[in-house]
């Protein structure tokens, strides 16, 4: 147990009715629930449980809806004596983790990502664009693509999901561009992505400016477990480098394959998906095929992911 990584999902994760079972059955989970719902003045159980889908799925909403759902699924795993070894989160998901690792308080936490959506959604109206996915294409080969795309926009690389999926963000003629000489060039699959922006782009550079202020007044403490960072794919313990990089992650890469590597590179021995979905999972499997992972969606996902690893 003592190499056990936490991996936080980040936007496109969340669903309407997440969450609800863990706080109808958990004390602990309810908390979770009112104290983040107190930060902000929204009520997040409401919004997660009830939606309906278009109000959840708004940026600002969803931010916010995601953290407090992964802290909740949390709440159950400590109040069993678990103590995570690692943790990991993918973009809006660091902030989860950084809760997880005692570097971030759940509140300040959850008034963070819930202007880091407001920010990014007004970044996404002042500079439109969009994201796709690219499938099937390696990064050298891709870049080749995006250098030729250019001649449209801004369009760059936003995500290294696996070697085999990557996202890219920018304009929207810039972005159709790079889809289309991909397809061309010999990828398997180019899917258009339903974001309001894009994000982990230049495009983004007002919300990377309103986040430096908003976490400029936030308390980050170095981190009680291995913390692994997007915009590095390696560990982070200096609470300034901490700040640094999650205002730099807004527009730049989320380099996940290096973040599981690292991990691997650590011997880590389980990879649990704390909170709704799972992608990270999915992810997981194809970048370390030999890491066994687990999920925390549900109560009965939690009492398997216990009982497995005899905690408690």
Same mark, same amino acid.
């Given at each position: 147990?003592? =190499?056990?990584?936490?991996?936080?999902?980040?936007?496109?994760?969340?669903?309407?009715?997440?969450? &609800?079972?863990?706080?109808?059955?958990?004390?602990?989970?309810?908390?979770?629930?009112?104290?983040?719902?107190?930060?902000?003045?929204?009520?997040?159980?409401?919004?997660?449980? /009830?939606?309906?889908?278009?109000?959840?799925?708004?940026?600002?909403?969803?931010?916010?809806?995601?953290?407090?759902?992964?802290?909740?699924?949390?709440?159950?795993?400590?109040?069993? *004596?678990?103590?995570?070894?690692?943790?990991?989160?993918?973009?809006?998901?660091?902030?989860?983790?950084?809760?997880?690792?005692?570097?971030?308080?759940?509140?300040?936490?959850?008034?963070?990502?819930? /202007?880091?959506?407001?920010?990014?959604?007004?970044?996404?109206?002042?500079?439109?664009?969009?994201?796709?996915?690219?499938?099937?294409?390696?990064?050298?080969?891709?870049?080749?693509?995006?250098?030729?795309?250019?001649?449209?926009?801004?369009?760059?690389?936003?995500?290294?999901?696996?070697?085999?999926?990557?996202?890219?963000?920018? /304009?929207? *003629?810039?972005? +159709?561009?790079?889809?289309?000489?991909?397809?061309?060039?010999?990828?398997?699959?180019?899917?258009?992505?339903?974001?309001?922006?894009?994000?982990?782009?230049?495009?983004?550079?007002?919300? =990377?400016?309103?986040?430096?202020?908003?976490?400029?007044?936030?308390?980050?403490?170095?981190?009680?477990?291995?913390?692994?960072?997007?915009?590095?794919?390696?560990?982070?313990?200096?609470? +300034? *480098?901490?700040?640094?990089? #999650?205002?730099?992650?807004?527009?730049?890469?989320?380099?996940?394959?290096?973040?599981?590597?690292?991990?691997?590179?650590?011997?880590?021995?389980?990879?649990?998906?704390?909170?709704?979905?799972?992608?990270?999972?999915?992810?997981?499997? &194809?970048?370390?095929?030999?890491?066994?992972?687990?999920?925390?969606?549900?109560?009965?996902?939690?009492?398997?992911?216990?009982?497995? #690893?005899?905690?408690?």
């Amino acid at each position: 147990m003592d =190499r056990t990584a936490l991996l936080f999902p980040g936007q496109g994760s969340q669903r309407v009715g997440m969450g &609800k079972d863990l706080f109808e059955s958990s004390p602990e989970a309810r908390e979770i629930y009112e104290r983040a719902s107190e930060a902000i003045d929204v009520d997040l159980a409401t919004i997660s449980f /009830e939606g309906p889908e278009e109000e959840l799925t708004k940026t600002v909403n969803a931010q916010p809806a995601l953290l407090v759902a992964g802290v909740a699924a949390l709440s159950l795993l400590l109040k069993r *004596d678990f103590v995570p070894w690692a943790a990991a989160g993918h973009s809006l998901g660091e902030y989860t983790a950084l809760v997880a690792a005692r570097s971030l308080s759940l509140e300040d936490a959850t008034r963070a990502v819930r /202007e880091r959506g407001r920010l990014m959604y007004e970044a996404g109206l002042e500079s439109p664009g969009t994201m796709a996915a690219i499938i099937g294409m390696d990064a050298d080969e891709l870049d080749k693509v995006l250098k030729d795309a250019r001649s449209k926009g801004v369009v760059q690389i936003a995500n290294l999901n696996t070697p085999a999926q990557i996202v890219i963000s920018g /304009e929207v *003629d810039a972005v +159709a561009s790079a889809m289309d000489l991909a397809a061309r060039r010999g990828a398997r699959r180019v899917v258009p992505l339903k974001v309001s922006g894009a994000f982990h782009s230049e495009l983004l550079v007002s919300a =990377r400016d309103g986040m430096e202020e908003v976490l400029g007044g936030v308390a980050i403490e170095a981190p009680e477990c291995l913390f692994i960072a997007n915009v590095t794919g390696g560990a982070l313990s200096d609470p +300034a *480098d901490i700040r640094k990089n #999650l205002v730099r992650q807004i527009v730049e890469p989320v380099r996940w394959v290096e973040c599981v590597r690292a991990l691997c590179n650590r011997k880590a021995s389980l990879m649990i998906e704390v909170g709704p979905g799972n992608v990270l999972r999915g992810l997981v499997r &194809k970048i370390e095929p030999d890491v066994r992972t687990m999920g925390t969606g549900t109560v009965s996902d939690i009492d398997k992911l216990l009982a497995a #690893l005899s905690v408690g």
